[in-house]
Every structure is written in structure tokens, then in C-alpha cells.
């Protein structure tokens, strides 16, 4: 099992920046990806980026060349450096974790809330 906690959001201008932070904790060695989807009032969630065990990364085109995914360096935690953001990243951010135990298992954080408004 997998537990994923989520912090960071907030309510921030246009144009501002916002990191966000996912822990994790349980069987972490098991994780192979892990990944930040969010998901706006009245549409589904859909994926923002995500960061692979071998160290790849993959962005929506939404947010390219305006978020970062990274993670420290006990791989327990990873962030979602956001900058330039606009009124349309206003949503719920989720971390995901999948590992493989023979199948692929999904885990979720509880959601943290991203606004942004003048």
C-alpha cells in the first residue's frame, strides 16, 4: 500500500507561481511513476506531468515550459513547481503513484486546491 498526502495549494494571482508537494509513504520502493493530474470544476481529470522511476519526465501541453516536476532526493516526495499560472490551472491537483506488483496499482492523494484569480 501506498499513501500519498498532498500539499501547497493555494490561492494565487495570475501570473504568480505555486509549488505543490506530494509525500509518499507505505511501499514506496514498489513505485515506478509518479504523477500530478488536477481536475477543474465540471470536466475531467486529466494529466499534468509525471515523473518515471528511470527519471523521465512528461508534460501536458497545457503547462509546458510553465511547470516543473521534480523530486527530492530519497525519492519520498515530489513537487510541482508552478510559475506563470493562469485562471485556467484553477483545479483540484492530485498526486498519483502506480507501482507494480504483477499489475499495475493506482494510488491517490486526497486533492489540494490551486485558485487563480485576480
Known amino acids: 500500500q501506498v499513501q500519498l498526502v498532498e500539499s501547497g495549494g493555494g490561492l494565487v494571482q495570475p501570473g504568480g507561481s505555486l509549488r505543490l508537494s506530494c509525500a509518499a509513504s507505505?511501499?514506496?520502493?514498489?513505485?515506478?511513476?509518479m504523477g500530478w493530474y488536477r481536475q477543474a470544476p465540471g470536466k475531467q481529470r486529466e494529466l499534468v506531468a509525471v515523473?518515471?522511476?528511470?527519471?523521465?519526465?512528461s508534460y501536458a501541453d497545457s503547462v509546458k515550459g510553465r511547470f516543473t516536476i521534480s523530486r527530492d532526493n530519497a525519492k519520498t516526495t515530489v513537487y510541482l513547481q508552478m510559475n506563470s499560472l493562469k485562471p485556467e490551472d484553477t483545479a483540484v491537483y492530485y498526486c498519483?503513484?502506480?507501482?507494480?506488483?504483477?499489475?499495475?496499482?493506482?494510488?491517490w492523494g486526497q486533492g489540494t486546491q490551486v485558485t487563480v484569480s485576480s
Open positions: 498519483k503513484a502506480e507501482t507494480w506488483r504483477g499489475a499495475v496499482y493506482s494510488y
Open positions: 507505505g511501499s514506496i520502493l514498489n513505485i515506478n511513476v
Open positions: 515523473f518515471t522511476r528511470g527519471g523521465s519526465t
